[in-house]
């Protein structure tokens, strides 16, 4: 199938290739663009990132130093659900790093990773902006406050 | 004759107003119209909207407020907010009750909170079970629900309301005011508390210059960190020569603890939209640019709302207020790099580079964005210059001390009992804001230290609790106000392990371009990693001071420039703790973990095994024949054993 | 042009508005030393080792990105600026493989000549974490060692402004920082075209010359300027001629043409010189096979030919193709050749559309 083809198939490329054309010729496009094609794909594969700079005529080399410089963007595939655990300062002094050790004990994975069986992403933050609740750690879109190492275990259960 | 439905509608066909005719008095007329004609059903009806607004003591309706900001909606104060319409539609109360959401109150600890207006009543963490019960108890029955209202830890007596609660009985909420009064995503709310009277005093009655001069003379310093003076570098911007100027807001809020832009930009957001407006009016630009953090979806969503809301009113876009002034705002989603919050690095990425900074001078305010002369200045230093321009730079010049005027909020987090947002005037005590506001120490520990400031700050310890807190004395104890971190650290915390946590942060972050900043705090965190592991050597403080001087002294942005002060200021006034673990290899504060050791003390042990089901790696074996026992090579040194063993059997060493 | 009196190292000086303190100590033998500074690109200020000490002013500000000022007072070599300078030295020195025994960069190092005489070792944070990237191997002409990169920036640059390609930049960021092509991929699978321009101005061993690897030290080469042969831009650099082989080309900073850039022919195509597949004699072809012959015997059967087809068909069914790659001297001499000998105005050329 020719690259034509695709493009009139899979519906990612469609969306994609929408977005590029609403961006065409726009200033500081690439951020916005990468974090919509990130929205798409799920992360951000070596393909997207050329047809990106292609489409904004942006050198694929600067394409793909920003996309590795901002902790937002994910070159790789993440798990079903991520997890983000806070070690913000908040979160610290009231024993983040416990919670932190706990839940990478119990995943067998670090910052960054991926479990084998693709059911978390863990990741580290700085602050979600829920200190008065510290520790905290969130999981999608919830927010867990108040917790500590014997917590973890019961919540992580609770997700496929 | 009720033609209007909210704030916002004409009172009759008399008015005129739309962002295509703009009116020179709309803004004023929402409070005091209607001002074209004179008509008192049109007033009355203005009047009456108002009051609905605003439920003042004495308003006839009853308004029950729900905080949904982050703290508190992560507790599930949106299905609160359900469930109480519930509530309320079957108690038939629906005429005279109404539900608002609002942005944070600031005391998210206490969350989810519930207010009640006009009485004030202030009830902390409310649980679905409990709405039948307000409704049933207080909206119906005028009686407060006891067992919701707050109780001050330390005396004992609850606050029937949040004026009396000792949190806010010391504050002073300036920037705050709105905050978790208002609903943030109806501008008629704002418009209720006077909002945009400032912007339209400044725009209609005074020249650009006549604005500088009037926040110049309010002596408001920039609360991004660096307490640079406001209407300097207006002044400065207005002087570059250039036919486009830009204005930003950095809503990039980095430090790892502080969270008062998030809730400006939640709570208030039109306040923050205000603050441009006056600010793009006497610089000379007419477009302005938001840069939110992307990990603050909630503060995104609602500005976007904001700016919709003031562009549907005509307050952005062209010829606002019949001015012939244009202006318009963008937000722009930052993509997670803490370096951006650095004024020439942010600039980079809202230009879609990578985020890092560049040698100043130039300065934005000469070539800014796009090479533009730019104006950047923090959320809370825009949030601040309406009430300059509604209530006058003397007034506000009336608050704080001789060189820091205002107030400040500050993020009052870690071991303290009441964590949360406290916006108090500039100069009061730490003493003040750590004991009074803040309740004390948790849990009846002592006091150690207070770091402000986030990473580019320092500690600071009991001896300077009586520092008046304002830009300049924090700088001389080598602290400085920063963001507004205030992080209160007890007798467990261990200052080393703060100081490895800061380089940590800044070394993660650090990013990359200039050599001292890039391998000097890598250097740095590793002798720090091994002073916490007990591997220290004699010279490595000699060492790490030594790098600490070049890596402030050469680096290239502030990041690198300031990276090394919380190392410096625990070597200031804790060295011995640094001592302690290069010399004896002890923690004193019993919290670097490589430092200890847990054992079961078999005389002691019961044998209950409460310890061995807590453990959450698992790692204790035993029962009811064999003793308990630690495998010292799993255990993680999370302390939950010794906190649930009711024998004290578990050792700490 | 507005003139500006300053102090440097207790020296007045005067040097015109607009001149960077670095300039001004340059102009006047002041050495700095500097890493990522570089006349033809872009000023980044960021390896930070041109930092001096100026009056007034909080920190130690980079000389290279500092607008010297009527009046200012600048120490060059105070203890405080040379222990700073020592220390990002020591701190670049620390994660750094120091090959040097066997890096080609060995003799025209910028970071081998200041930690001589700055006099850094190895053994400053000795211990500490060091990068092990991969070292790309790829192609047929640069050598990239991503292990010894200082991150100075200036391969980008060259790449971007001088050569207006953009093949390479930095990607991840703070410690993990590094400097190539897309995807940190080799250079063999970018867009690059092997210009060298890149390799001209690395201060370290990061890029390096393949051909010339093991080949010759910077000391044992002697550097004869000549103009490159292969077309007719006509760009001179320098051969590195050790024992009478000429072992591989650097650019010349003075060449008046072209400065440092060159193409990949000019940079990398002189191995040609002594490679055993070039042509030495003409060849003239008999049966179906190319026959060597000498030179008079070759020009001897062109000129036959031209002047049967000319007798046979005329002048004018002779045409003349030319380069625009040969020099103009060339070109000249072969229309003045075909109009005067020939007798034909059939001259073109490939370029002219
Ligand atoms: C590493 C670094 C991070 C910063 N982060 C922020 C930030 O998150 N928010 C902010 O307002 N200012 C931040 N600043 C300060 C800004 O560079 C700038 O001084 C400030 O936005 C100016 O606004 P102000 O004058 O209103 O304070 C940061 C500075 C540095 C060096
Ligand atoms: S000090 Fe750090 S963050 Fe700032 S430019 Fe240098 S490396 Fe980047
Ligand atoms: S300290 Fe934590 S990990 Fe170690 S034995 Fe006790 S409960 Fe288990
Ligand atoms: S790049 Fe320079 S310092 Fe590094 S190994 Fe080569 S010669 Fe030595
Ligand atoms: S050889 Fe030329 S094209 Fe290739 S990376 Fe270097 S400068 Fe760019
Ligand atoms: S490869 Fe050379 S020129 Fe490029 S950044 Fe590294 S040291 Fe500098
Ligand atoms: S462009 Fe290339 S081939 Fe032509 S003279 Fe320059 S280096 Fe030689
Ligand atoms: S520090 Fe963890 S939520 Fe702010
Ligand atoms: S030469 Fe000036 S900072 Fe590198």
């Known amino acids: 199938m020719c690259e034509l083809c695709q493009d009139l198939i899979d519906p990612k490329e469609t969306k994609l290739a929408e977005v590029l054309a609403g961006y065409a010729g726009r200033k500081g496009a690439l951020i916005p663009v990468l974090q919509k094609a990130q929205e798409i794909y799920g992360y951000l594969p070596a393909d997207v990132l050329r047809r990106i700079g292609r489409g904004l005529k942006i050198p694929v080399a600067r394409v793909y130093g920003v996309a590795t410089f901002y902790a937002q963007f994910r070159l790789t595939p993440m798990g079903q659900n991520v997890l983000r655990v806070c070690l913000g300062t908040a979160c610290h002094v009231r024993g983040g790093a416990k919670v932190l050790e706990t839940i990478e004990q119990e995943l067998g994975v670090k910052d960054g990773g991926t479990t084998e069986d693709q059911r978390f992403t863990l990741e580290i933050v700085a602050c979600i902006g829920a200190c008065g609740l510290a520790p905290t750690m969130m999981i999608n879109d919830q927010v867990y406050g108040r917790l500590a190492p014997d917590k973890v275990a019961g919540i992580l259960a609770q997700y496929e | 004759m009720k033609t209007m439905k909210t704030l916002l509608d004409p009172c009759c066909g008399r008015c005129t107003h739309t962002p295509e005719t703009p009116c020179r008095d709309y803004v004023r007329c929402q409070t005091e119209g209607p001002l074209c004609h004179d008509d008192p059903a049109c007033r009355m009806e203005r009047e009456r909207l108002l009051r609905e607004l605003k439920t003042e003591v004495g308003s006839q309706k009853q308004a029950v407020l729900f905080c949904t900001g982050t703290g508190c909606a992560s507790s599930g104060s949106n299905k609160l907010i359900e ?479 300031t990276a090394p002060n919380p190392v410096l200021a625990t070597l200031k006034y804790f060295r011995h703790e640094y001592e302690a673990h290069i010399r004896d290899k002890q923690c004193p504060a019993h919290a670097c973990s490589a430092l200890l050791t847990y054992t079961i003390d078999e005389e002691k042990c019961k044998k209950c095994g409460l310890c061995a089901k807590n453990c959450p790696v698992k790692c204790i074996t035993g029962d009811k024949n064999t003793p308990y026992r630690i495998d010292a090579s799993a255990c993680i040194k999370c302390g939950t054993c010794m906190e649930k063993c009711k024998f004290g059997a578990v050792v700490r060493a | 042009m507005e003139w500006l009196t300053l102090t440097i190292d ?177 250079y063999a699978e970018s867009e690059c075209v092997f210009c060298g321009s890149c390799v001209s101005v690395c201060p370290v061993g990061a890029l390096t010359e393949k051909q010339m690897a093991g080949q010759g030290r910077p000391w044992e080469v002697k550097k004869v300027q000549t103009t490159c042969p292969f077309c007719g831009t006509g760009c001179n650099f320098d051969l590195n001629v050790k024992d009478g082989k000429v072992i591989g080309v650097t650019s010349n900073p003075e060449a008046p043409v072209n400065g440092r850039a060159l193409c990949v022919k000019g940079r990398f195509g002189m191995d040609m010189i002594h490679s055993p597949n070039r042509l030495t004699t003409p060849l003239i072809k008999k049966d179906g096979e190319f026959v060597e012959a000498s030179w008079d015997e070759a020009l001897s059967l062109v000129a036959e030919k031209l002047g049967e087809i000319k007798a046979q068909y005329g002048a004018d069914s002779i045409a003349a193709l030319s380069s625009a790659r040969c020099t103009n001297e060339e070109n000249y001499l072969m229309q003045k050749f075909m109009r005067a000998v020939i007798g034909s105005n059939n001259v073109d050329h490939c370029a002219r559309t």
């Open chain 2, 83 to 561: 469930i109480m319409d519930a509530e309320i539609k079957k108690a038939g109360l629906d005429v005279s009750v109404s539900t608002r959401p609002t942005g944070c109150h600031g005391f998210c600890e206490q969350g989810p909170i519930v207010i009640i207006e006009p009485a004030k009543t202030f009830y902390t963490r409310v649980k679905a079970e409990d709405i039948p019960e307000i409704v049933a108890k207080d909206l119906v029955g005028g009686e407060r629900v006891e067992h919701l209202l707050y109780v001050d830890p330390t005396t004992g007596q609850a606050a029937t309301t949040y004026a009396n609660a000792p949190f806010y009985a010391k504050q002073h909420r300036i920037v705050l005011h709105n905050c978790g009064h208002i609903n943030p995503e109806r501008i008629e709310d704002y418009f209720a508390q006077d909002g945009y009277r400032g912007f339209a005093h400044a725009l209609q009655d005074m020249k650009p210059d006549e604005v500088i001069e009037e926040v110049k003379r309010s002596g408001l310093r920039g609360r991004g960190g660096a307490g640079f003076p406001t209407g300097l570098k207006w002044g400065l911007c207005r002087q570059s020569a250039g036919d486009k100027k830009y204005i930003i807001c950095n809503a990039d809020e980095g430090d790892p603890g502080a969270f008062m832009d998030r809730s400006v930009l939640e709570g208030d957001p039109h306040s923050v939209l205000e603050g441009m407006m006056i600010a793009a009016y006497a610089i000379g630009a007419d477009e302005g640019y938001i840069y939110c953090r992307a990990e603050y979806p909630l503060a995104i969503k609602r500005l976007e709302i904001a700016i919709k809301q003031a562009e549907e009113v005509g307050l952005l876009g062209d010829n606002i207020l019949a001015s012939g002034f244009n202006f318009r705002i963008y937000i722009k989603a930052g993509a997670g790099a803490f370096v951006c919050g650095e004024e020439t690095a942010l600039i980079a990425s809202i230009e879609g580079k990578r985020g890092m900074p560049k040698v100043r001078p130039p300065f934005p305010a000469q070539q800014g964005l796009w090479g533009k002369p730019t104006n950047n200045n923090n959320v809370e230093t825009y949030s601040n210059v309406p009430h300059i321009f509604r209530h006058g730079a003397d007034w506000y010049a009336g608050f704080g001390t001789e060189k820091s005027k205002g107030t400040k909020i500050f993020a009052l987090t870690g071991k303290v009992n009441n964590t949360g947002l406290v916006e108090v005037p500039m100069g009061m005590s730490l003493r003040e804001i750590i004991f009074d506001i803040g309740g004390g120490i948790l849990g009846g520990k002592k006091f150690k230290a207070v770091q402000i400031g986030g990473p580019s700050g320092g500690c600071l310890p009991e001896s300077l609790l009586d520092l008046p807190v304002d830009y300049d004395t924090l700088v001389q104890a080598g602290a400085m106000v920063g963001s507004g971190g205030l992080v209160v650290l007890d007798e467990t915390t261990c200052m080393v392990d703060i100081a490895r946590y800061f380089l940590n942060f800044t070394q993660k972050e650090s990013c990359g371009k200039c050599t001292p900043c890039r391998e000097g705090t890598k250097r740095m965190l590793e002798i720090l990693v091994r002073i916490t592991n007990g591997e220290g050597k004699e010279e490595d403080i000699e060492t790490l001071e030594k790098l600490a001087g070049v890596v402030k002294s050469t680096s290239l942005c502030g990041l690198g420039q």
């Open chain 3, 10 to 186: 207790g020296r007045t000086v005067s040097v015109p508005k607009g001149t960077t303190v670095l300039q001004a100590c340059r102009m006047n033998n002041i050495p700095i030393p500097t890493l990522c500074h570089d006349p033809e690109l872009t000023a980044t200020g960021s390896c930070r080792l041109c930092i001096v000490d100026i009056e007034g002013m909080r920190n130690l500000p980079p000389s290279c990105v500092t607008q010297a000022t009527q009046g200012m007072v600048v120490r060059t070599q105070t203890e405080k600026v040379r222990d700073a300078r020592k220390t990002i030295l020591e701190l670049l020195v620390a994660n750094h493989p120091l090959d040097c025994m066997t890096c080609q960069k060995m003799g025209s190092c910028d970071l081998a000549k200041y930690a001589y005489e700055y006099q850094v070792t190895g053994e400053a944070f000795a211990g500490g974490e060091r990068r092990h990237l991969p070292i790309d191997d790829s192609n047929p002409f640069i050598l990239r060692d991503p292990n010894k990169c200082i991150l100075c920036g200036k391969c980008i640059r060259a790449c971007e402004e001088v050569q207006g390609r953009g093949v390479l930049d930095f990607s991840h960021r703070g410690f993990n920082t590094q400097v190539g092509p897309a995807f940190d991929l080799p």
